[in-house]
């Protein structure tokens, strides 16, 4: 049979061995890293790409005999153009066919703008923060937001290990250490009362495999970056790692490894530093939320 994909060690893999191999790396990833509960009530965020289509499906199939855990799906619309209207398209029909039930939000409903008229508006300020900064920090408080609402024991992310070892890498060059305790298969602050725990099936998974294990099942998956990417530190550094890993195999694992080794310290250290938001109550850093923050700059 004709081989697909080479794993490093050098073994071939036909289709039908490749979608062995990586169901069974999420799923020890899964039972390793105790990602999930003996009853739940799961939310998958799903942009409408590949990641996190391939974790919610996974996850649902993992699942599905468990009369105990519940999977949804959260789709948050930054409203960047056609990019995010197919994006949503796409995950609205992928939970129809999987029969899954999906929640809908967005920038425009919660924040009153779409993220391309915030960053607008923050410019007009002459304040000049990246597109994927803005991005991220609201839709990290919104995901927890409507979480909590929904009363949701985990939430589900995407990220992949290709993603994973660009964070860690980001947040050390940029001296941002106190974000590195949050990382990890799980993340977020677990003993946190507000944070509900993130975790990421996909973590030991590269971006290459997950790609390629999206179209081999055929999702309904648009494959291009979001344009807004272009404009971010994250891209740079991706690069970079791309390159080096192409001239040193299992760069990327290395990094992931080391930091594991290192991250129960980190936590250690870390625990009881978390403080409220002082406007809106969520936990926070600082005195004030990064949410807050952008909001107050854009009213
Ligand atoms: S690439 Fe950046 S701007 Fe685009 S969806 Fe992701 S975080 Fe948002």
Not at 21 to 34: D, M, S
Not at 135 to 155: D, I, M
Not at 203 to 230: A, Q
């Amino acid at each position: 049979m004709k081989t697909i994909y080479t794993l490093q060690a050098g073994e071939k893999l036909n289709k039908k061995q490749f979608l062995e191999y990586f169901e069974k790396k999420v799923r020890k990833t899964i039972r390793t890293n105790k990602l999930i509960g003996k009853r739940e009530k799961i939310l998958v965020a799903c942009s409408g790409g590949k990641d996190s289509t391939t974790a919610l499906y996974l996850l649902n199939k993992i699942t599905k005999d468990n009369k105990n855990i519940k999977i949804e799906a959260i789709h948050n619309d930054p409203s960047i153009g056609t990019y995010s209207k197919i994006n949503k398209n796409n995950i609205i029909k992928f939970c129809k066919q999987h029969n899954i039930p999906l929640h809908l939000t967005s920038f425009r409903e919660e924040f009153g703008h779409s993220l391309c008229y915030i960053k607008d508006l923050l410019k007009e300020k002459e304040i000049r923060y990246k597109s994927c900064s803005i991005c991220g920090v609201l839709r990290r408080y919104l995901l927890n937001k409507k979480a909590k609402e929904l009363r949701a024991t985990k939430l589900v992310t995407g990220h992949n290990m290709d993603d994973e070892s660009q964070n860690i890498m980001m947040n050390i060059f940029q001296n941002h250490t106190e974000i590195l305790p949050r990382l990890g298969p799980i993340s977020g602050l677990k003993q946190t009362k507000g944070f509900i725990p993130r975790i990421k099936p996909l973590y030991f998974c590269t971006e290459e495999e997950t790609k390629l294990y999206s179209k081999l099942n055929d999702f309904p998956v648009k494959y291009e970056k979001c344009p807004c990417r272009t404009d971010a530190y994250r891209k740079d550094i991706a690069d970079m790692l791309d390159d080096f890993e192409k001239h040193h195999k299992a760069t990327k694992s290395g990094i992931i490894q080391s930091f594991l080794k290192l991250l129960p310290t980190l936590k250690r250290e870390e625990k009881g530093k978390v403080k409220r938001c002082k406007k809106c109550q969520e936990p926070s850093a600082g005195n004030i939320c990064n949410t807050c923050k952008i909001l107050d700059l854009i009213r």
